[in-house]
């Protein structure tokens, strides 16, 4: 039975499903969803940034871990069935809430201070109902598909005892939180993994579109590390200087992966079928795109540190290095982004791309050497080399670049 004007009753609203085609995009929904993770992952950038060493950069790509896995799984969620419709739009806004709480839990992640909630304690739990709420509207979107149903079942065995894992790690704290959080992860990562492939993927086009616009908000916090780095204060040559190095450097990774890679691998991905699928969306996106949001994040961090070392003219001159954690998470997580998008393109296309795996290596090592450079040079010897493998892929690579653009633009 139908309302008026042939509407569903309130019930049927919230509890049924819209399967997916494989013409279905992204949703306003899921992009109001990623809202809330870029918010976590500012916090993660803040959190660096307050105690920076390599204890906390590590601690935060253990959170970054965490939070990519929990937004994920909504990704394959709602290219299964529509994220605005019935349950899956209640489970996405349930997700949502969790998620909020957990990235305001994240500066005390490791160290409560007293006075409230328990901060890894509500961390650890968000986490979980984020997780297993999933599984379990996946379960109702996967009514009537036993092979899906099976796949969820045992994908429910390592996300279950990841969960409990970092419960119990919360609660104890200390040394054993971070290796029962450690130990989740592993759990978690792998055991999905070999869980099987009896997921299902109806819109390559959704899901391709989906990790990209995550990779675009990644980007964009690493401008707002560098723009927060410098509100409220007046703005110099300096400043404008290091903001627009940072911004040139956020272009050039931008560059490197929609240009090209990304529309091939989108072609790709829309060309297989069933399991195939399956395995090549699961490798190059779910896994192959966590180190280069991660490479993202320690650019921001590393971007923060330079945006302060240029502001702050009581405790730094223009002539003072940038060193330490913040000098490596500047080089070092372009290095790393470069390195997960050369295993995307791998994944996808069969094919390595030399000039940016040398550019890589080179950034490895490069703060061995940036380390004499004062703050401000070395952030533009990091843009300065990314322009120049850019403009470098354009001259040596015209013809074949051109006409995968201009197939792609007539499919």
Do not use: C
């Not at 190059?284 to 003219?313: C, F, N, Q, R």
């Amino acid at each position: 039975m139908t309302g008026p004007a042939g509407t569903l009753p309130r019930r049927q609203r919230w509890t049924r499903i819209v399967p997916t085609r494989e013409t279905h995009a992204v949703t306003t929904l899921e992009l109001f969803f990623d809202l809330v993770f870029v918010f976590a992952i500012t916090q993660i950038t803040a959190f660096m940034a307050d105690d920076i060493g390599w204890r906390s950069a590590l601690r935060g790509l253990v959170l970054l871990a965490l939070l990519w896995f929990a937004w994920s799984s909504y990704a394959w969620l709602g290219n299964q069935a529509h994220a605005d419709e019935g349950v899956v739009r209640a489970a996405l806004l349930v997700a949502m809430a969790a998620l909020f709480i957990v990235a305001l839990a994240i500066p005390e992640a490791w160290g409560d201070e007293g006075g409230g909630l328990s901060a890894p304690v509500v961390l650890a739990v968000g986490v979980a109902v984020v997780r297993l709420g999933h599984l379990s509207v996946y379960a109702v979107a996967a009514a009537g598909d036993a092979g899906l149903r099976r796949q969820l079942r045992r994908a429910a065995v390592p996300v279950g005892a990841a969960s409990a894992l970092l419960v119990v790690g919360a609660v104890l704290g200390g040394v054993a939180q971070t290796a029962l959080w450690a130990l989740a992860l592993v759990v978690d990562y792998t055991g999905v993994y070999l869980s099987g492939t009896g997921w299902r993927l109806p819109s390559a086009r959704h899901f391709a579109e989906r990790h990209g616009l995550i990779v675009i908000i990644a980007l964009g916090e690493s401008i707002i590390a560098v723009g927060v780095g410098v509100a409220d204060l007046p703005l110099t040559v300096p400043i404008a200087a290091a903001a627009l190095l940072g911004l040139t450097v956020s272009v050039a990774l931008w560059w490197a992966y929609f240009d090209v890679v990304a529309p091939v691998a989108e072609h790709v991905l829309a060309r297989r079928s069933g399991s195939d699928r399956v395995r090549l969306a699961r490798d190059s996106y779910s896994y192959l795109h966590l180190p280069m949001i991660a490479g993202v994040i320690y650019l921001a961090l590393g971007l923060k540190k330079v945006a302060e070392y240029v502001a702050d003219t009581e405790h730094h001159t223009l002539a003072d290095p940038l060193t330490g954690t913040g000098l490596w998470a500047l080089y070092a997580g372009v290095a790393v982004y470069l390195i997960g998008h050369l295993g995307f393109r791998l994944r996808n296309v069969g094919s390595v791309n030399r000039p940016r795996a040398v550019v890589a290596v080179l950034l490895l090592i490069a703060p061995l050497g940036a380390q004499y450079l004062p703050a401000l040079a070395a952030l533009a010897v990091l843009a300065g080399v990314l322009v120049a493998m850019l403009a470098f892929e354009v001259v040596r690579y015209a013809e074949a670049r051109a006409r995968v653009r201009q197939d792609m633009a007539h499919e």
